[in-house]
């Protein structure tokens, strides 16, 4: 058992999988002598060679195409894409190619890869390095999409992801790489994909966040003072239905708290999803407290965008008051 | 200081067997075998019937749009047939030719016209791809298959075709800088065919040859007759030799002209002139082997029919395949959509038909739960 931040759990979990698995390959920008720009690869290329981490050239569109040639012909890339705004150019290689090659080939062509994305603001970056697209690639049938908030579940969730046989989003909230340490064990586990945790349990009201907002709903937890439930989804797709549908109903009060902009954004989707299966149970309409619907600020105004602990804690006190 | 210069070159163009019949001895002489070259002209003959008949099956509404490869049968015809068994060919959809050539069944490519995903189940032992319709994309799969190849130390290599129109695409452009700096043996063939669906290939490039796109990537470039059964394999050797013993990419322009409209849904005639058609005819890739065929004495009337006949049969028998194979479940699109169908996909799948999706029964009125399992029962009982 160590204490490690959350890349450090991250960087781990490479070196255990990379271990047992010779097919795990990593490539991106920067990843290789430097170590990534956060770090998360650091000692890595030193470690397992040049064969199987190195560094591409600088195009995001043509590192996931390559790591769909790689994974097709029978290897697990590993790209890291250096900043969730560098997705936009290798849009269409996730969604019209690795989404599809299963389905569009009834399964004799698949794409086992995890693409590495730090995600989200906070961290006082330029622009194009704060957003949070998790939900456009939710959208992408085909795609699984997972996001941890801890150290602990980051490097479980990350070894599964590292043995799945269908592309995967791998989304690092950027803002608690080294916000925080939490025991992390040596001993190999593993997070299913799919599955949420429940964070605290509660009577009153359901909080279901993900990623770096599971932070900010804690702290508004602590400051209340009635009995709330934190969901942590951990994973966008697929995604713990019944995990969030069993507490609503428990509890018949929900807030949804992301980082995301809020029209079409995951909440929306898990709004929806309480009114099909908790109706009957509800006591007070489904709220949301997200990023708004304008570009990500600067970063003088970021943490204004971004949801945080008095905004959860309006949310709790309306849904309450119900 | 004076001016110097910093980088010269030329690029060669080959041309072996002209469209007049003319024949370069010295370059063609037992490059082909005779044998190989009646099995070569055979299947261009056989591929241009079976667009013909595709045509006809789109006309006749048995079959979606269809792109023809009526004109270019000898570009990847020359690849596929100095290929190694084991390479990689990585298409686009017009390399209908090449595809036959390694193996793969003529009801596949049918299938997938046909709207029928089993089509692009390619059997793995051809080394082909499925096909591809967005342009240029799948550059980047073949260098990335060649690189897991190259990862194993086996010495495979990837042929992979484009169109001019193709080769503006950002992902080509990335696939040849990949390739070159990350050396891997990928043969990339540019079969400039002069239009993308209406764009003449001047939009497309402003330079003098689509060759020398691969110039600046650092790759040999070649630009040969891809109407020319001898200079394509003859192009496709020099590059196949290169990137195998090198490890590092090439480039081939190969010129040759889509006869047809871009598919059947285009109408060519709304953009380009007939006498440019006509004179394209006249350098038919096929016309031109038979000529040499029947000078040589390999060929004659009545081996001309025979193949006819043969082929004929061959490819209603294919027809008759893709056409008979049982329609898939209604339910099919979601099972193969991952490794294991997530929970909530099984929910729609099996609620397709009687709920409002994803509507939890417990949360609806009295009747219209009845309603949901009444119908559920009965989709049970149609299933079984």
């Known amino acids: ?230 969901i ?28 995301a902009p809020l029209t079409c954004g995951f909440g929306s989707e898990i709004a929806a999803r309480i009114m099909e299966r908790c109706f009957l149970q509800l006591e007070a309409p489904v709220q949301r407290v997200a990023g708004f619907d304008t570009t990500m600020p600067y970063y003088k105004l970021e943490l204004d965008y971004l949801p945080d602990a008095p905004r959860v804690t309006r949310a709790i006190e309306d849904c309450l008051a119900y | 200081m004076p001016i110097t210069t910093a980088y010269e070159t030329k690029i060669e163009h080959i041309s072996i067997l002209d469209a007049k019949g003319n024949f370069d001895e010295k370059l063609g002489k037992g490059l082909i075998p005779d044998a190989d070259l009646v099995k070569l002209y055979e299947a261009m003959v056989s591929c241009r019937q079976l667009d013909e008949v595709a045509f006809r099956l789109q006309r006749s509404g048995r079959m979606g749009t269809y792109p023809q490869n009526m004109g270019q049968e000898a570009t990847s ?11 990689w060919m990585v298409t686009c959809y017009r390399e209908n030719c090449g595809l036959f050539w390694r193996g793969v069944p003529k009801e596949g490519i049918l299938l997938h016209w046909m709207g029928d995903e089993r089509g692009n189940a390619m059997p793995k032992p051809h080394w082909v791809t499925p096909i591809y319709v967005p342009l240029g994309t799948q550059m980047l799969h073949a260098a990335g298959l060649t690189l897991a190849a190259k990862y194993r130390g086996e010495d495979r290599i990837a042929c992979t075709f484009f169109g001019d129109g193709a080769s503006s695409e950002g992902d080509f452009h990335e696939a040849c800088n990949f390739a070159a700096n990350l050396h891997i043996p990928v043969v990339f063939v540019c079969q400039n065919n002069f239009w993308a669906i209406s764009t003449p290939s001047k939009i497309n490039s402003a330079a003098p040859t689509f060759a020398q796109r691969g110039l ?15 200079a394509t394999v003859y192009a496709m050797k020099k590059s196949v030799e290169h990137a195998r013993t090198t490890g590092t990419p090439c480039f081939i322009e190969m010129v040759t002209y889509r006869l047809g409209d871009h598919t059947t849904a285009d109408d060519a005639k709304r953009y380009r002139d007939q006498n440019e058609v006509d004179a394209w ?48 479940h209604r339910a099919d699109f979601f099972d193969s959509m991952y490794a294991e169908i997530p929970a909530d996909l099984a929910m729609q799948r099996d609620t397709m038909h009687t709920h409002s999706l994803g509507q939890d029964p417990s949360q609806l009125p009295p009747e219209a739960q009845e309603r949901a399992r009444q119908m559920t029962s009965e989709a049970a009982a149609a299933h079984h």
């Open chain 1, 1 to 230: 058992m160590a204490n490690l931040n959350l890349v450090q759990a991250i960087n781990l979990a490479l070196i255990q999988e990379m271990e047992k698995n010779p097919d795990i390959v990593l490539l991106g920008e920067d990843i290789g002598v430097n170590g990534g720009v956060f770090r998360v690869t650091e000692g890595l290329q030193k470690r397992f060679g040049e064969k199987r981490v190195f560094d591409t050239p600088l195009a995001e569109s043509g590192i996931i195409g390559l790591s769909i040639g790689l994974a097709m012909g029978g290897l697990h890339p590993v790209p890291e894409i250096q900043f969730e705004g560098f997705l936009g150019p290798a849009y269409d290689q996730i969604c019209s190619h690795a989404a599809r090659m299963r389905s569009r080939t009834r399964g004799a062509f698949t794409v086992p890869m995890t693409i590495r994305i730090p995600v989200g603001g906070g961290i006082h970056a330029p622009e194009l390095h704060s957003d949070s697209p998790e939900a456009i690639y939710a959208h992408t049938p085909g795609l699984k999409v997972v996001m941890p908030s801890s150290p602990y579940d980051a490097k479980g969730l990350l070894v599964s992801a590292l043995r799945e046989p269908d592309p995967v989003l791998f989304f690092e909230p950027k803002r608690i790489y080294r916000a925080f340490r939490e025991e992390v064990p040596e001993d190999e586990y593993t997070l299913p994909i799919g599955k949420a945790r429940t964070v605290c349990e509660g009577t009153d009201l359901t909080i279901v966040s993900w990623g770096a907002s599971v932070v900010q709903c804690m702290q508004a937890i602590e400051k209340s003072s009635r009995s709330i439930e934190l």
């Open chain 1, 232 to 259: 942590d989804l951990r994973t966008i797709y697929p995604f713990d239905m019944d995990a969030v549908a069993q507490s609503v109903s428990k509890t018949g009060r929900c807030v949804v708290v992301h980082e």
């Open chain 2, 77 to 87: 015809l020359g690849a596929a047939y100095v290929l190694r068994k084991d390479d």
């Open chain 2, 216 to 230: 600046s990537y650092g790759m040999p470039c070649l630009q040969c007759d891809g109407n020319d059964i001898f």
């Open chain 2, 281 to 328: 005819k006249a350098r038919d890739p096929i016309i031109r082997l038979r000529n040499y065929m029947v000078a040589r004495k390999l060929w004659d009337d009545a081996k001309e029919s025979a193949l006819l006949e043969r082929v004929a049969q061959e490819n209603a028998d294919a027809v008759a395949r893709a056409e008979g194979i049982a329609a898939p």
